[in-house]
């Protein structure tokens, strides 16, 4: 097993593995834990009380970030006709129809959003092998496939993110950087998780959410309490 540094020996320190820390005091610690020399992200993973076997029981969707993720998307627009003129005015890094699927399925792949016009799926669904695994194919339910272009370009830009359940019944999320302030985090934190809550499947039986965390990239996880947080949130609603 590899040694760890001294760096992290002295973040795990800091954290009390046994605690379950309040949803403000968990971010503020893990601001103070980032000690990498650069800009670590902050995350969330959350465990969920679902099968992720069953269809009912999926969990995704997409929510805007107050602050932002603080990175900068590259956006890429796969339409047709006036929708790409409004594509490009919105911000989009790359914007194309057939040509562009072309130039995925070669092999292109340096963007991190693909927003795309219904009437443009039938050739977009082709690259469900390659966008797919990358959690990039649009869709429906995260607003990525909408004749309303323009918006959603806009949106994905100010920070707005998308969530899905893992195999395991798990959801993770960068929600911002450590240079943030602690109530920047703390905003993303709870307008994330307030998404999680609303997208509880009908399905779902007995405790919800089992488990909650964050860490900073280099940073060690960090434990939250449950059910204080959907208190907390609740309150604020």
């Not at 099968?51 to 627009?77: I, N, S």
Request: with cysteine.
């Amino acid at each position: 097993m590899a040694k760890k540094s001294k760096r992290y020996q002295a973040i795990k320190a800091n954290v009390d593995r046994e605690k379950l820390y309040g949803l403000r005091e968990a971010l503020d610690l893990c601001k103070t834990n980032a000690t990498a020399k650069f800009n670590e992200s902050v995350e969330v993973h959350i465990r969920l009380g679902v099968d992720p076997r069953q269809a009912d029981q999926q969990v995704r969707g997409t929510v805007p970030l107050p602050h932002g993720t603080g990175v900068t998307k590259r956006v890429l627009v796969i339409t047709t006709g006036e929708k790409l003129k409004e594509a490009e005015e919105a911000g989009a890094d790359f914007v194309g129809s057939d040509d562009m699927v072309q130039k995925v399925e070669g092999g292109w792949l340096d963007f991190d959003a693909v927003i795309t016009s219904p009437d443009m799926m039938k050739s977009v669904g082709r690259l469900g092998k390659i966008l797919g695994p990358r959690g990039l194919m649009p869709s429906a339910k995260t607003g990525t496939v909408t004749f309303d272009v323009a918006d959603a370009v806009k949106e994905v830009k100010a920070g707005r993110v998308e969530f899905r359940l893992d195999k395991f019944g798990i959801i993770h999320k960068a929600i911002g950087k450590t240079s943030f302030t602690t109530d920047q985090l703390y905003d993303n934190a709870r307008a994330f998780f307030q998404a999680i809550l609303k997208a509880k499947p009908s399905a779902a039986k007995g405790t919800y959410v089992k488990s909650f965390s964050v860490a900073s990239t280099m940073g060690v996880g960090i434990k939250i309490d449950p059910n204080a947080a959907q208190k907390e949130i609740s309150a604020v609603e």
